[in-house]
């Protein structure tokens, strides 16, 4: 099965459409706070911390930062090896670029579409204020995958898919995203092209394996 990695700018619904596609296909959700889960288990605390940060070239000097997103991507690949995931943000269109079971999804959409969105979804009720909340989300993405990754969150190169949510209806950009992950169930991919077949350490997939059951159950119950 194809894992599905989820980048999306605030307020071009990436929340809805990810949830959309994990209950249709009945895949794990990973967002940040099951990653953060499993980072906790390693002594890894402060990561949505350090991720809401704006960083520079001198954050690359701490090796705090540097031992965290190095453990960060692990974890990802983790998540990856499990299959049946979206896993969304933190990175992950960069940390598994190689791997042929994966699509890598981009959300975006002009300005004012996601300002009008963030009122409404995150219930501010002044323009000014949503559209300095956005500003400094795109601020914050873009600096932690400029200063640790090397890469332009908007290039389109890294991603299997570009929606523009502003164009294109959340039901449909579902729709597209489920297709691409069925065809790629289609496809024999070689061993080293998959991310199934990735080398992790057996207690990080445990630990993955463990907070993926325990949030099923959970969701199960509800």
Do not use: C
């Not at 995931?85 to 598994?96: A, D, E, K, M, N």
């Not at 004012?112 to 795109?138: C, F, G, P, Y």
């Not at 400029?146 to 290039?155: D, G, K, P």
Request: net charge neutral; no cysteine; charged share 25%.
């Amino acid at each position: 099965m194809a894992v599905i990695t989820m980048s999306r700018e605030l307020g071009t619904g990436g929340g809805l459409i990810s949830q959309m596609v994990t209950n249709s296909l009945n895949y794990h959700l990973v967002d940040k706070e099951t990653i953060g889960k499993v980072l906790s288990q390693f002594g890894m605390v402060s990561f949505n911390k350090v991720y809401d940060s704006t960083h520079n070239v001198w954050s690359l000097f701490d090796s705090d930062y540097r031992d965290l997103v190095k453990q960060l991507n692990k974890t990802i690949l983790a998540f990856a090896k499990h299959d049946n995931t979206v896993i969304i943000g933190r990175g992950g269109f960069v940390v598994l670029q190689e791997y042929q079971n994966v699509i890598n999804v981009l959300l975006r959409a002009p300005l004012e579409h996601r300002i009008r969105n963030a009122m409404q979804t995150e219930q501010i009720s002044d323009i000014l204020e949503a559209e300095k909340i956005v500003r400094h989300s795109d601020e914050v993405r873009e600096s932690f995958l400029q200063t640790f990754y090397n890469v332009n969150s908007n290039s389109a190169q890294y991603f299997s898919l570009v929606i523009d949510t502003s164009r294109v209806p959340l039901h449909l950009a579902a729709r597209w995203i489920m297709e691409a992950a069925q065809e790629i169930d289609k496809k024999k991919i070689p061993p080293e092209r998959s991310s199934l077949k990735a080398e992790v350490d057996p207690v990080l997939v445990k630990a993955v394996s463990n907070v993926l059951q325990n949030e099923r159950r959970i969701n199960s119950a509800q």
